[in-house]
């Protein structure tokens, strides 16, 4: 089989407390935070940050990936690859075969499953925007993160874990079930299909372990995903008992923080489980949801040199959480607030997209080969010495720059004002003027170290538009 090369996780940086739910709508104040996918994100925006993050580690690879498999329950397209504009932000060859696996949680396993058993570089995108109706359970305890792996058989690429089994099981078990024109999920009486999932669960473990010539207790690590709570409970107390391991190692932390953000919760537990394992140890992935899948691996000598940069917990335990009920339900769809005079928003158009794509979606701009000016954005004519078709491109999404001034405009149009706009200069030259995210007024100052973020600037007549934005370094 193939190796695990790199991983990496994104948490929003907006969190809603869930005290503030029972505020609103009355009863019992549940504790804890959950993370929240700010107004311009979405799951494909989630998809490339994590993504971003896992390429990180091995920017050599970039090149080499041939296929991009994004998963999420939550597409904000259909009928439409959503992975397109994920290739398109990564900077991925031509050639690399980018799908979605799209329309229900399993899909995140299904993902792993496949790339695992590739013979080619394959990235595994998981990305999910969970909600619920208000005073839901699903919106109570549903979060929104991303997660990435890069799976890779080549020599030269060091594997951070080898993957040593993944078994599964199928059943068409109606539990969860949310129709196409609908914005949340149906679910049955949980424990009705709890006994089912367990008995799944068994037998699934049973073949991982198998395949894999190992005895439960031999295990290291243990994290098991869905979103059936009854069985996600019956399946970890199970298994625990079996390994002598506490199932989900720092999950319990991760769900008061973030929530369970569905088709990226399995992404998210394995590279909190990756953060924390040393080399030689083994560890399994269970994942519940119409079936069982489990997937085993062994971590190599090269984790201990290149874990994530940013540990999964990380963002889980920074984040603001002072992000109000209304404008949570405002972002979801849930309230319809009366918006700022302001002309309608005009979509992108296909043809200026597709010929100027290496700006929009990867952030590229070209620096001039005579004078070493950089063009934000790319130029055939050079500002400074008037050099005509002498630039190379250069990536400036993961450039660190600092902004030189800002404003902040009450009047112009956001879902969450105020409107921050900003001048920022990259390390290595070149302004660029755009808007901040994940900030608020009080914060902002000359000086202030950001990084470029692909946010979602807007959806007018059912066009995504998405463009890169400044975020602080925190």
Same mark, same amino acid.
């Given at each position: 089989?193939?190796?695990?090369?790199?991983?990496?996780?994104?948490?929003?940086?907006?969190?809603?407390?869930?005290?503030?739910?029972?505020?609103?709508?009355?009863?019992?104040?549940?504790?804890?935070?959950?993370?929240?996918?700010?107004?311009?994100?979405?799951?494909?925006?989630?998809?490339?940050?994590? &993504?971003?993050?896992?390429?990180?580690?091995?920017?050599?690879?970039?090149?080499?990936?041939?296929?991009?498999?994004?998963?999420?329950?939550?597409?904000?397209?259909?009928?439409?690859?959503?992975?397109?504009?994920?290739?398109?932000?990564?900077?991925?060859?031509?050639?690399?075969?980018?799908?979605?696996?799209?329309? &229900?949680?399993?899909?995140?396993?299904?993902?792993?499953?496949?790339?695992?058993?590739?013979?080619?570089?394959?990235?595994?995108?998981?990305?999910?925007?969970?909600?619920?109706?208000?005073? +839901?359970?699903?919106?109570?305890?549903?979060?929104?993160?991303?997660?990435?792996?890069?799976?890779?058989?080549?020599?030269?690429?060091?594997?951070?874990?080898?993957?040593?089994?993944?078994?599964?099981?199928?059943?068409?078990?109606?539990?969860?079930?949310?129709?196409?024109?609908?914005?949340?999920?149906?679910? +049955?009486?949980?424990?009705?299909?709890?006994?089912?999932?367990?008995?799944?669960?068994?037998?699934?473990?049973?073949?991982?372990?198998?395949?894999?010539?190992?005895?439960?207790?031999?295990?290291?690590?243990?994290?098991?995903?869905?979103?059936?709570?009854?069985?996600?409970?019956?399946?970890?107390?199970?298994?625990?008992?079996?390994?002598?391991?506490?199932?989900?190692?720092?999950?319990?932390?991760?769900?008061?923080?973030?929530?369970?953000?569905?088709?990226?919760?399995?992404?998210?537990?394995?590279?909190?489980?990756?953060?924390?394992?040393?080399?030689?140890?083994?560890?399994?992935?269970?994942?519940?949801?119409?079936?069982?899948?489990?997937?085993?691996?062994?971590?190599?000598?090269?984790?201990?040199?290149?874990?994530?940069?940013?540990?999964?917990?990380?963002?889980?335990?920074?984040?603001?959480?002072?992000?109000?009920?209304?404008?949570?339900?405002?972002?979801?769809? $849930?309230?319809?607030?009366?918006?700022?005079?302001?002309?309608?928003?005009?979509?992108?158009?296909?043809?200026?997209?597709?010929?100027?794509?290496?700006?929009?979606?990867?952030?590229?701009?070209?620096?001039?080969?005579?004078?070493?000016?950089?063009?934000?954005?790319?130029?055939?004519?050079?500002?400074?010495?008037?050099?005509?078709?002498?630039?190379?491109?250069?990536?400036?999404?993961?450039?660190?720059?600092?902004?030189?001034?800002?404003?902040?405009?009450?009047?112009? $149009?956001?879902?969450?004002?105020?409107?921050?706009?900003?001048?920022?200069?990259?390390?290595?030259?070149?302004?660029?003027?755009?808007?901040?995210?994940?900030?608020?007024?009080?914060?902002?100052?000359?000086?202030?170290?950001?990084?470029?973020? $692909?946010?979602?600037?807007?959806?007018?007549?059912?066009?995504?538009?998405?463009?890169?934005?400044?975020?602080?370094?925190?």
């Amino acid at each position: 089989m193939t190796s695990l090369v790199a991983y990496g996780a994104y948490v929003p940086y907006f969190r809603l407390r869930r005290s503030a739910i029972a505020t609103v709508l009355g009863g019992r104040a549940a504790g804890g935070t959950r993370a929240v996918a700010s107004y311009d994100e979405d799951s494909t925006t989630l998809g490339v940050e994590a &993504a971003r993050a896992a390429l990180a580690a091995v920017p050599e690879a970039r090149g080499s990936v041939r296929n991009l498999l994004f998963a999420t329950a939550t597409p904000p397209y259909l009928d439409k690859t959503n992975a397109a504009a994920i290739h398109a932000a990564l900077g991925l060859a031509p050639e690399a075969m980018a799908v979605d696996m799209a329309g &229900a949680v399993r899909s995140g396993a299904g993902a792993l499953h496949l790339a695992s058993g590739s013979a080619e570089d394959t990235l595994v995108v998981l990305a999910d925007v969970r909600t619920g109706l208000p005073g +839901s359970a699903d919106e109570r305890d549903g979060g929104d993160a991303g997660a990435a792996f890069l799976f890779s058989g080549r020599p030269e690429l060091p594997p951070l874990a080898e993957v040593i089994a993944h078994a599964s099981v199928t059943a068409e078990i109606l539990d969860r079930r949310r129709t196409p024109d609908t914005p949340v999920s149906t679910t +049955s009486e949980e424990r009705f299909t709890e006994q089912v999932y367990t008995r799944l669960a068994d037998a699934a473990f049973d073949d991982a372990l198998e395949r894999a010539e190992l005895r439960a207790e031999q295990l290291d690590h243990l994290a098991v995903a869905g979103l059936h709570q009854r069985a996600l409970r019956s399946v970890a107390g199970r298994l625990s008992a079996r390994t002598g391991k506490t199932a989900d190692g720092n999950a319990d932390g991760l769900a008061k923080a973030v929530g369970n953000p569905g088709t990226a919760q399995p992404g998210l537990l394995l590279a909190d489980a990756l953060d924390r394992a040393e080399p030689g140890q083994t560890l399994a992935l269970v994942v519940i949801g119409d079936g069982v899948s489990v997937l085993v691996l062994r971590t190599c000598a090269a984790l201990t040199d290149r874990r994530a940069a940013v540990p999964a917990a990380a963002p889980a335990a920074a984040g603001s959480d002072r992000l109000p009920y209304g404008d949570y339900l405002t972002w979801r769809g $849930f309230l319809d607030r009366q918006p700022a005079a302001r002309p309608k928003p005009q979509p992108p158009a296909a043809a200026p997209s597709l010929r100027r794509a290496g700006w929009k979606y990867g952030f590229v701009a070209s620096r001039c080969t005579d004078c070493g000016t950089r063009q934000l954005p790319p130029a055939r004519v050079c500002t400074n010495c008037r050099t005509i078709d002498k630039m190379t491109e250069e990536r400036l999404d993961g450039t660190p720059a600092t902004v030189v001034t800002y404003t902040v405009d009450h009047l112009g $149009f956001t879902p969450h004002p105020p409107l921050i706009l900003a001048v920022i200069e990259f390390d290595g030259g070149g302004r660029f003027r755009c808007e901040l995210t994940d900030a608020a007024e009080d914060e902002v100052h000359a000086g202030m170290r950001v990084t470029m973020s $692909f946010r979602r600037l807007l959806t007018a007549d059912g066009v995504h538009n998405y463009f890169w934005k400044a975020r602080p370094v925190r």
